[in-house]
């Protein structure tokens, strides 16, 4: 699998497997993971850490990466996307998270998870890199029948996907205590509106497509 797409500031979107990711980029985008979720927010939980990388045991070839990088190479936004076929963090881990609905196990819903970005691609693009890889994840999903999505979010994420991306989180669960701090489980619609609206966001026309 090897798809792209592109935005303004030269900014491109690339999707591949754990697989075939090539070494160095593999590790780049671990050690922007390690610099977000361990040096930013201080996550501790289910991390493992090595040489300032952040893995943890979902990273393996059920995965799907959408990432972009720098002219040299380094990655500065990432998200992992993995079918609810497969075993994933919600299910297995914060079951607890989700009342409104059954916990899903199908190929039209997939989780989202370790979505982050670099400070030096947040500031250049003044927030708008959220849309443009959020619009990213949206287009993935209507190219793969892909309904919706869920993730594990904090309450202070919700009005940044809502105001940066123009996208639909909704609860399907009370808050929780987790071992870094309180989430909760949203599930997010994938639809050519949401796609018009996030790119509308990012300042982009939806005519790209995939490369």
Known sequence: MFLQFKYMHN????????????REVKISMLKLRYNVFVKELKWTAGLIINDEMETDQYDNNNAIYIFSKTEEGEVNACCRLISTNFPYMIHEIYPQSVSKIELPKCSTIWEISRFCTSQEIRGKTKLKIMA???????????????????????????PVIRRYADW???????????????????????SEVMLQQACKKAGVDMTHKFL
């Open 168 to 190: 639909d989180p909704t609860p399907i669960g009370k808050l929780i205590d987790t071992p870094d701090d309180k989430s909760f489980a949203i599930i997010l619609t994938v």
């Open 132 to 158: 443009m890889m959020i619009g990213s994840v949206i287009e993935f999903g209507l190219k793969n029948g892909i309904i919706n999505y869920i993730s594990l979010s904090t309450d202070s994420i919700l």
């Open 11 to 22: 900014i491109t979107f690339e999707c591949k497997r754990w697989n075939e990711i090539p």
